[in-house]
């Protein structure tokens, strides 16, 4: 959440769809239920596992990045069992954002503890 204020939510979930770390921006209006968060994330799940399927020819996919009308979602894989799930306001910068993220996720693989 600290990668810039224009983000709005930001996730961790294993690839079974369980929530590992969640995070609202205070203020920010939910565009989606409960229900329709679970759907979404189940999407992003069963997206990065159908790229997964070409990776071996294509190389793995670094992250996702679809802009809806109301926001821009980011999806990236932090292991082969972990995904990083961000929505931004619309107007936000995306590339900076994708950039530190990431950085961020290298400098946590490259660490000793696992932490930056």
């Known amino acids: 959440?600290?990668?810039d204020p224009k983000i709005r939510f930001a996730t961790i979930?294993?690839?079974?769809?369980e929530v590992m770390y969640s995070?609202?921006?205070?203020?920010?209006e939910n565009l989606l239920t409960p229900e329709e968060s679970q759907k979404s994330m189940q999407l992003a799940i069963n997206a990065w596992k159908s790229r997964n399927e070409v990776s071996s020819k294509i190389g793995k996919g670094k992250y996702a990045l679809v802009?809806?009308?109301k926001l821009k979602r980011i999806t990236m894989p932090l292991d082969s069992e972990h995904i990083?799930?961000?929505t931004t306001d619309v107007e936000a910068d995306h590339a900076p954002i994708i950039y530190k993220a990431l950085r961020l996720k290298q400098d946590v693989l490259h660490s000793p503890s696992g932490m930056p």
């Open 13 to 17: 979930f294993d690839m079974s769809g």
């Open 1 to 3: 959440m600290s990668l």
């Open 67 to 69: 802009e809806y009308e």
């Open 84 to 86: 990083l799930y961000i």
């Open 23 to 28: 995070g609202h921006r205070d203020g920010i």
